[in-house]
């Protein structure tokens, strides 16, 4: 099974006892990482190719090594779109409502642009073959500052429960493996601007992390 495009967005703030993050349990029933905690995301669709937006992406240059950059445009723009679905949280700029078809629908209907200057790209995973879905996913994190609902809510459903915790709380949580790897990396970035995002990949029966 060819993997999918996809992209996910750790959001995080400063709470009172130190650094918190934004986390969903996936609902019962899902095949894929059901009951799990994961942050929001999910595959890029055709209008996130066309969808308008504020800022430049800081980091395109490094997405753009991997692919064409309408594509890492597109990708950055699903991270956003996708929170917005499941948690009702925008990482965006007040700008006029507009009328728009598909996915952005919402969105912009609310008034509001997506920013792609506040997003950090963090992290690449490919899932391993043998799995029900495969995902070529790309995570981006941001800073809550940047969010014009700084609360999540019920969003679509898909996740049963959303949260802000703190991040010691967040990694004794029922997490698959890779977004347990990319909670640790995002808290390095966080914290090592210059630290250069990994690739994670099945190869050969091993799993393999580079950094280029």
Do not use: N
Request: proline letters at 8%.
């Amino acid at each position: 099974m060819r993997p999918k495009d996809a992209a996910t967005l750790i959001l995080f703030r400063d709470g009172a006892t130190g650094p918190e993050v934004l986390m969903g349990r996936r609902a019962p029933g899902h095949v894929f990482m059901a009951s799990k905690w994961v942050f929001p995301g999910g595959r890029v669709e055709r209008g996130d190719f066309t969808a308008a937006s504020t800022g430049d992406l800081a980091e395109a240059a490094r997405l753009e090594a991997e692919v064409p950059a309408r594509r890492a445009r597109a990708l950055a723009l699903a991270a956003i779109r996708e929170t917005f679905e499941e948690t009702g949280m925008m990482l965006a700029r007040p700008a006029p409502a507009a009328s728009v078809a598909g996915g952005w629908r919402e969105f912009r209907a609310v008034g509001a642009l997506p920013d792609l200057s506040v997003l950090t790209y963090v992290a690449r995973a490919i899932t391993p073959p043998g799995r029900p879905r495969r995902f070529d996913a790309r995570f981006f994190m941001a800073e809550a500052s940047g969010l014009l609902t700084p609360e999540p809510t019920a969003g679509s459903g898909e996740l049963d429960e959303i949260a802000w915790m703190p991040l010691s709380e967040a990694r004794t949580l029922e997490l698959p493996a890779i977004t347990r790897m990319v909670l640790g990396e995002a808290a390095e970035r966080r914290a090592d601007p210059g630290r250069i995002p990994p690739f994670v990949r099945f190869v050969r029966g091993s799993h393999i992390i580079t950094r280029d």
